[in-house]
């Protein structure tokens, strides 16, 4: 059974320039979520999908997107890349119909350098 | 979400248990405590989940106290591989699962 897989688990961008991050979820998973994490801290929550739809957001600016498609794989787009925008990008996945326990799995994070 | 409280660092040495208590003074009625683990270079992974008295997996014991305002994840006899960062979190998981906030959480050192 596999995990959350992202794709690429590294990468190197120059700034202004604009990123695609990818996630497949847990199988049998219907709900992605991403997070930022930052060299030393704990993740930061980005959005969540849902059915297709971002359900939540955090404080990111709009140069932060996403997309879930119809098999439930989930992008991270981020246009106009800053310094600050290096960091670790994580991707959680659940099944909104199960226990709520609030338990996510996570896959290894694809590390994003901006230069 | 209430805001949570743990220290920046842990030391100890393998065979020993190690204790993390988290403080959460503003925790409410419908909200849980979880508790994350993360290996460098990884993402965290589910450890235990609480809401009161205790709970005990085959990984970890949570304690959380009749007032709920903090609780301690336990670790028996722990393992060089136990090295990682601990995070504690407090949500409803029914109104805010899937959005998760994380602190710096605790990294804990387990030398031989």
């Known amino acids: 059974d596999a995990g959350v897989t992202q794709s690429p688990t590294h990468l190197i961008k120059t700034r202004g320039q604009q990123v695609t991050l990818r996630c497949s979820p847990k199988s049998g998973h219907d709900t992605v979520s991403w997070y930022q994490q930052a060299l030393g801290q704990g993740p930061q929550f980005i959005f969540q999908?849902?059915?297709?739809?971002?359900?939540q957001r955090g404080n990111f600016p709009d140069r932060f997107s996403g997309h879930q498609f119809p098999n439930y794989s989930s992008e991270l787009n981020v246009n106009a890349l800053l310094l600050g925008d290096s960091a670790l990008y994580l991707c959680a996945s659940s099944d909104y119909k199960g226990t709520n326990t609030g338990e996510l799995f996570f896959g290894e994070g694809s590390r994003l350098t901006v230069l | 979400l209430a805001k949570t409280t743990q220290p920046i660092s842990m030391d100890s040495y393998e065979g020993q248990e190690v204790n993390i208590t988290c403080s959460h003074n503003n925790i409410a009625t419908n909200d849980y405590i979880t508790w994350y683990q993360q290996f460098p270079s990884q993402g965290p992974r589910f450890i235990i989940q609480g809401y009161k008295t205790k709970v005990t997996n085959e990984v970890a014991s949570l304690f959380i106290p009749a007032d709920r305002k903090s609780s301690t994840l336990s670790l028996p006899r722990v393992s060089l591989s136990d090295t990682a960062v601990y995070y504690c979190?407090?949500?409803?998981?029914?109104?805010?699962?899937?959005?998760?906030?994380f602190g710096a959480g605790t990294q804990v050192v387990v030398t031989p």
């Open positions: 999908y849902y059915e297709e739809e971002e359900r």
């Open positions: 979190l407090v949500g409803d998981p029914t109104d805010s699962w899937g959005k998760l906030q």
